[in-house]
């Protein structure tokens, strides 16, 4: 399962049922767990530590430095968790020794082709990331959001769980959780709606989170207040809980919705 022409360092440990294809190179101090599969001209370098069950495709890059003028050569870390899917060409990049020194791949993520994750990010669970999409260093993207195609994501912005940005669209606020982004600059377009049919969130819940993105997005009221306001909401619901903090925690400010055009 291990190709003659593959090159994998001594100090690299590779789980049981692991297979790796011709040209690909596993440098030391890389952690390979059970039942991945490494294709052909794959480059893994560490420290990294993989869980099991990851598939990672041709001309992939994973675990090499930050191209960061900070960094220097320091032990920095990646870690991913476990069944992710890592298409062609997609490049992730450990931490800085700045920032938290690591940078985090959850389970069940699917990264499209040429997807790029940048220095010090976070990724929960079940995220797809589609062709191109970016996320520089420092980003933190919450579970089951979904970033379509040539997305950019720039330094430090969030993007909440159960997110959705559209195609090509440019992310200069933080991206609420539940909340449909799209264009350039991103503008919000309401809630995610087909996530929330998917999850099979009952009409109540759904009411809720309507009510909560209005609250936050279209009464006019400032943020704190508008917060306040859905404080016992948030306690019944924990859907919009998730949307509340996140809202909460912003520090870059949320993506906003564009003003209407009056014809």
């Known amino acids: 399962m291990i190709d003659a022409r593959a090159i994998i360092d001594p100090g690299a440990e590779l789980g049981a049922n692991v297979s790796v294809g011709p040209w690909s190179i596993i440098g030391p101090d890389v952690v390979v767990g059970d039942d991945c599969e490494i294709g052909p001209h794959v480059v893994l370098k560490g420290p990294t530590r993989m869980g099991s069950g990851n598939r990672i495709y041709q001309f992939a890059t994973v675990g090499e430095g930050p191209p960061a003028f900070a960094y220097h050569g320091e032990p920095t870390v990646l870690e991913i968790g476990d069944n992710n899917t890592i298409r062609e060409g997609v490049t992730i990049h450990r931490g800085l020794a700045t920032d938290r020194g690591r940078t985090v791949i959850g389970n069940d993520n699917l990264l499209m082709a040429y997807v790029h994750v940048g220095h010090d990010c976070v990724l929960g669970d079940r995220i797809v990331m589609a062709n191109n999409a970016s996320a520089a260093g420092h980003v933190a993207i919450g579970d089951?959001?979904?970033?379509?195609?040539?997305?950019?994501v720039p330094q430090f912005r969030s993007v909440g769980a159960y997110s959705f940005i559209g195609a090509m669209s440019l992310v200069v606020k933080d991206v609420p959780a539940f909340v449909s982004?799209?264009?350039?600059?991103?503008g919000a377009t309401g809630l995610n709606v087909e996530r929330m049919r998917r999850m099979g969130l009952d009409a109540e819940v759904r009411d809720a989170l309507k009510d909560a993105y209005n609250m936050v997005y279209r009464r006019g009221l400032p943020v704190a207040k508008a917060l306040g306001e859905l404080a016992e909401a948030a306690s019944?619901?924990?859907?919009?809980?998730?949307?509340?903090?996140?809202?909460?925690?912003?520090?870059?400010?949320?993506?906003?919705?564009?003003?209407?055009?009056?014809?």
């Open 181 to 186: 982004v799209n264009g350039n600059p991103a």
């Open 144 to 152: 089951e959001a979904v970033l379509s195609g040539y997305v950019g």
């Open 236 to 263: 019944r619901f924990k859907e919009v809980a998730c949307f509340v903090e996140s809202v909460a925690g912003s520090e870059y400010g949320i993506t906003r919705e564009r003003r209407r055009r009056e014809d």
